[in-house]
């Protein structure tokens, strides 16, 4: 999606800030005891109340109104009978809809007590996408954002999941351009139009390389088996850089 309206930033930033405020929500309520289906509950009812539907489920027909995922679970955890315990890494990514507009965004963190090193990894995959987020620009290269990304994960020692990109969004979860890498990608020609909505979401890691596939179908797993945070926003292009749309209120 390409903004050519205010209209259009408006809704874009109302969807922004509810997946955020059911993010937050949902970071808020986890604590030892709780199961991935209850947290995920939280995340349904808070959704429905601000009349938002979840893009998950929309769109693929996602068994869970949000994905969480937990410790070797990296991405696309299916909320279930899980039992989150003390000292656990959790991701969440809330991806929702309303009035025809989309917005998606993620993170990771620690149920207390927090492990240093754990804690370490989570600071430095937010301010990876931070990088990341600094390159969007109208008419900047895609690639910028995976090579300065790549650039900070290699200068301090971490792995880029290289099979889970960015990519756009709007008036559908997924649309053009689709897999923008959030790694070092020489093959990546493509250049950011002015009003370009598009996530930032780095999957930075201890050793990981890839995103396999488990039993279930949908929950995505290590390769090789490593720690793996991920930080996501949704973001415009402007002629000054990002626009940061999923803001908590």
Same mark, same amino acid.
């Given at each position: 999606?390409?903004?050519t309206k205010?209209?259009?930033?408006?809704?874009l930033?109302?969807?922004g800030?509810? *997946?955020a405020?059911t993010?937050?929500?949902?970071t808020?309520a986890?604590? $030892?005891?709780?199961?991935?289906r209850e947290?995920?509950?939280?995340?349904?009812?808070?959704?429905e109340?601000e009349?938002?539907?979840?893009?998950p %489920?929309?769109? +693929?027909?996602?068994?869970?109104?949000?994905?969480i995922?937990v410790n070797?679970?990296?991405?696309?955890?299916? $909320?279930g009978a899980?039992v989150?315990a003390a000292?656990?890494?959790? #991701?969440?990514?809330v991806?929702?809809?309303k #009035?025809g507009y989309?917005?998606d965004?993620?993170?990771s963190? %620690?149920?207390a $007590?927090r492990h240093?090193?754990?804690?370490q990894?989570?600071?430095?995959g937010?301010r990876?996408m931070e990088?990341g987020?600094?390159?969007v620009?109208a008419?900047? $290269?895609?690639a910028?954002?995976?090579k300065?990304i790549?650039?900070?994960?290699?200068?301090?020692? +971490?792995?880029?999941?290289? #099979? &889970?990109?960015?990519h756009g969004?709007?008036?559908?979860?997924?649309?053009?351009?689709?897999?923008?890498?959030?790694?070092?990608?020489?093959?990546?020609?493509r250049?950011? #139009?002015?009003?370009l909505v &598009?996530t930032?979401?780095?999957?930075?890691? @201890?050793?990981?390389q =890839?995103?396999?596939?488990?039993?279930?179908? =949908? @929950?995505? +797993?290590?390769e090789p088996?490593?720690?793996?945070? %991920? +930080?996501?926003? @949704?973001?415009?292009?402007t %002629?000054r850089?990002a626009i *940061?749309? @999923?803001?908590p209120?």
């Open positions: 999606m390409t903004i205010e209209d259009e930033l408006t809704r930033r109302e969807i800030r509810i *997946v405020d993010l937050r929500a949902m808020r986890t604590e $030892p005891g709780i199961t991935t947290l995920d509950e939280i995340g349904r009812v808070f959704l109340r009349g938002a539907v979840s893009a %489920q929309s769109a +693929y027909d996602f068994p869970g109104a949000t994905c995922s070797e679970e990296i991405a696309h955890g299916i $909320p899980r989150i000292g656990d890494l959790v #991701n969440i990514d991806s929702a809809s #009035n989309f917005a965004t993620g993170a963190f %620690q149920v $007590p240093a090193a754990l804690d990894l989570c600071r430095d937010r990876a990088i987020i600094a390159e620009g008419g900047k $290269p895609l910028g954002i995976g300065a790549g650039r900070f994960a290699s200068d301090r020692g +971490y792995t880029l999941i290289r #099979n &889970l990109a960015s969004i709007g008036r559908a979860l997924h649309e053009h351009p689709e897999a923008i890498p959030t790694w070092p990608e020489r093959g990546e020609k250049r950011i #139009n002015k009003g &598009l930032v979401e780095p999957f930075l890691s @201890t050793g990981g =890839w995103a396999g596939e488990g039993d279930d179908g =949908w @929950t995505l +797993y290590s088996c490593a720690p793996v945070v %991920q +930080y996501e926003h @949704t973001v415009v292009a %002629q850089g *940061v749309l @999923t803001l209120s």
